[in-house]
């Protein structure tokens, strides 16, 4: 079945460090990818997504592209600010239906 | 504003009860979904509906139940066969099946005491 394994965390960076959250995954098919952010006691949010190969999401300084020779789609972020602190989610939506797959998460501080 | 409600935020729970969880929304969704999280876990999908008056089991539907009288609203109930019921319970939709971003409400974290 499909699956998705990230970075373990927790990942902890000073501001304006530069910021790489690992993700790949196995799926049939061609998968859509995304990365979902989720800020304390909240639900989470959609940060970015890719449909297709070689496609680049982006989305608030965040990018992640869509590497299907190596099934990944690491999460970067050139400079990290205080208020990036939350967990960050890769998930992939294959064929099948009505199925999102999640990774574990990754919880990030972001140290002043 | 359009979006996803869950109530209650909070909930305790006696052992042997049943609780329901609501969940509405009012972005004219066709698909609704409901995951379970726990600490330092990703999401897993408890049951899902993709119209009204349907729906299928995910991942771990034992101990949980679930209607779709409505196209806005997805209750979830918790039934005391549910070992570990301890949990923040994640509602989410998306436009229809397969469509891929998934919109999600807040939240409700349910203590067993």
């Known amino acids: 079945g499909d699956s998705v394994t990230q970075m373990e965390g927790p990942v902890t960076l000073s501001e304006e460090a530069f910021l790489t959250i690992n993700c790949t995954y196995t799926a049939t098919g061609y998968p859509s990818l995304f990365w979902y952010v989720q800020y304390p006691g909240e639900g989470l949010q959609l940060l970015l997504k890719?449909?297709?190969?070689?496609d680049k999401g982006s989305n608030k300084g965040f990018e992640a592209t869509y590497r299907k020779e190596t099934t990944s789609f690491h999460l970067e972020k050139g400079s990290v600010q205080v208020s990036d602190s939350a967990v960050y989610f890769c998930?992939?939506?294959?064929?099948?239906?009505?199925?999102?797959?999640f990774g574990d998460g990754t919880t990030l501080t972001v140290k002043p | 504003d359009g979006g996803i409600t869950q109530s209650p935020k909070y909930l305790f729970r006696k052992e042997g009860q049943n609780v329901t969880l609501s969940c509405e929304q009012n972005?004219?969704?066709?698909?609704m979904y409901w995951y379970r999280q726990d600490p330092g876990q990703g999401l897993r999908l408890i049951y899902y509906s993709q119209i009204v008056n349907d729906f299928q089991k995910g991942d771990i539907a034992e101990g949980y139940s679930v209607s779709r009288e409505k196209k806005e609203s997805f209750p979830l109930t918790v039934t005391s066969a549910q070992k570990n019921p301890t949990a923040f319970y994640l509602c989410a939709s998306s436009i229809r099946e397969r469509s891929g971003e998934l919109f999600f409400g807040e939240g409700s974290r349910l203590t067993v005491l």
């Open positions: 890719a449909t297709k190969a070689d």
């Open positions: 998930a992939l939506q294959g064929t099948n239906a009505g199925k999102s797959t």
């Open positions: 972005l004219n969704h066709d698909a």
